[in-house]
């Protein structure tokens, strides 16, 4: 294959998978915009049978309708997920030197100001470098990830979040790390961290649909960038990112 019929092969390619996109995004989009409005009446009527019948409805009626009305609220975050999902590769990608410092900060002052009771040991390295990203999807990845730290820290007393760079075998990329002396996970159940809903810990201990993980790698990866995790159970978990750093 000559070096023009491979450029156009590549091409050709590239258009395809860009073709694919746009179908999976537009479906996606479709399926949520569709299922909504069922959604909305599910809700709505349930709240009016409440509402009308009810002093007449018994205890036990009255917990079916609030299971239908959770339910229909649950599904409804599940298609907001997907659709968030479908829409990480097609946004537009602002890619520029961010300090990260600034943008850690940040992420650490909004996490706390929603969590104001919380006693948290923020243990955040001095002078971490700037890397290349984009600062919208940064600032996301960010507050995903330490707001999961502080989730998983609820059962202690104190939680302490270390946020630590390390050197990287990559060339031209750098090391973000994480830890934190929350309950951790079974190592055995990795795999199951990244796939779309999956969850290592039942809604009743821990809220959350399953997505925060799957949407961080996928917008750590539209910057060149990577997502890894450890844990042990009850000690603690270490999150790693990988990012790039600026050319030149």
Not at 96 to 111: K, M, S, T
Not at 147 to 164: E, H, Q, S, Y
Not at 193 to 201: A, K, N, P, S
Request: proline share 5%; aromatic share 4%; net charge negative.
């Amino acid at each position: 294959m000559t070096d023009a019929s491979a450029e156009e092969h590549i091409a050709a390619l590239q258009a395809e998978l860009a073709g694919l996109r746009a179908e999976m995004q537009a479906f996606t989009s479709t399926v949520s915009h569709d299922l909504r409005a069922p959604l909305r009446h599910i809700v709505s009527y349930a709240q009016m049978v409440q509402e009308d019948a009810g002093p007449l409805l018994s205890e036990e009626v009255k917990e079916f309708l609030a299971t239908i009305t959770s339910s229909a609220r649950h599904m409804g975050l599940l298609l907001d997920g997907l659709t968030a999902l479908s829409r990480v590769a097609a946004a537009p990608l602002h890619l520029e030197p961010i300090g990260l410092q600034d943008a850690v900060q940040e992420a650490c002052d909004r996490l706390t100001s929603k969590h104001p009771p919380r006693a948290v040991d923020w243990q955040v390295q001095m002078d971490l470098p700037v890397v290349h990203a984009d600062a919208s999807l940064l600032q996301r990845v960010l507050e995903e990830l330490l707001g999961n730290a502080l989730k998983f820290t609820a059962p202690r007393d104190r939680a302490v979040i270390a946020i630590r760079a390390l050197p990287s075998a990559q060339t031209g990329a750098m090391v973000l790390q994480v830890q934190d002396n929350g309950v951790g996970f079974n190592p055995a159940m990795q795999a199951n961290l990244f796939q779309v809903f999956g969850r290592l810990h039942s809604a009743q201990q821990f809220e959350g649909i399953g997505m925060g993980l799957v949407l961080s790698r996928k917008r750590l990866q539209c910057m060149g960038g990577a997502l890894d995790i450890e844990a042990v159970v009850d000690g603690g978990c270490c999150v790693t990112l990988t990012l790039p750093l600026p050319q030149g």
